[in-house]
């Protein structure tokens, strides 16, 4: 599977909020702060989840729809 760019951003984005989490540890921020961060970094991967499940839906309609009209991939 070939990933987009939105897919590939998503990645970079959840990469440097799991950092920003690691460094609030690291420097002793407030729980509250650390858990807010923490939650924003799920949900960017709860995001990203979803787009890849919509790109392989979306690869997997068009190769069927290829075979049942006897195309190739």
């Known amino acids: 599977m070939r990933y987009t760019q939105g897919i590939q951003n998503r990645i970079k984005r959840v990469e440097g909020q799991v ?5 609030m540890i690291v420097n002793g ?7 807010t961060q923490l939650q924003a970094s ?3 991967l ?3 989840k979803t787009e ?3 790109q392989q839906m979306k ?3 068009v190769s ?3 075979r049942s009209l006897g195309l190739s991939d």
């Not at 950092?19 to 460094?23: D, F, Q, T």
């Open 59 to 61: 690869e997997t309609m």
């Open 42 to 44: 799920i949900s960017s």
């Open 29 to 35: 921020e407030g729980d509250t702060k650390v858990m």
């Open 46 to 48: 709860e995001s990203l």
């Open 52 to 54: 890849l499940i919509k």
């Open 19 to 23: 950092g920003g989490v690691r460094k």
């Open 64 to 66: 069927d729809v290829k």
